[in-house]
């Protein structure tokens, strides 16, 4: 929900192509964690916030730790376990 009430937040979802293809997050983006440098060609400005998320946390821990050395600088990690809104 946070990630609603954020203006301009992304939602990111981190896991691989066919995880997020068997359901994800509606509105959420997907740049695996293998792929992550990809975002700068969707989330241009590094200010966005950005809201990671994969099945356990493990990979979006990763992917938030390579966001910030590629400059990211509002980012957070919110795992999906608890999550119980719409999944498309």
Do not use: W
Not at 20 to 32: L, Q, R, T, W
């Amino acid at each position: 929900a946070e990630a609603r009430e954020t203006s301009g937040a992304v939602l990111v979802d981190v896991r691989e192509a066919d995880e997020y293809a068997s359901g994800h997050i509606k509105d959420a983006v997907n740049v695996p964690l293998s792929d992550i440098e990809r975002i700068s060609s969707v989330v241009v400005d590094r200010t966005v916030p950005l809201f990671l998320y994969c099945a356990s946390g493990a990979r979006s821990a990763r992917a938030e730790k390579a966001l910030k050395q590629m400059g990211y600088t509002n980012i957070r990690n919110i795992g999906i376990r608890g999550y119980t809104g719409p999944i498309e």
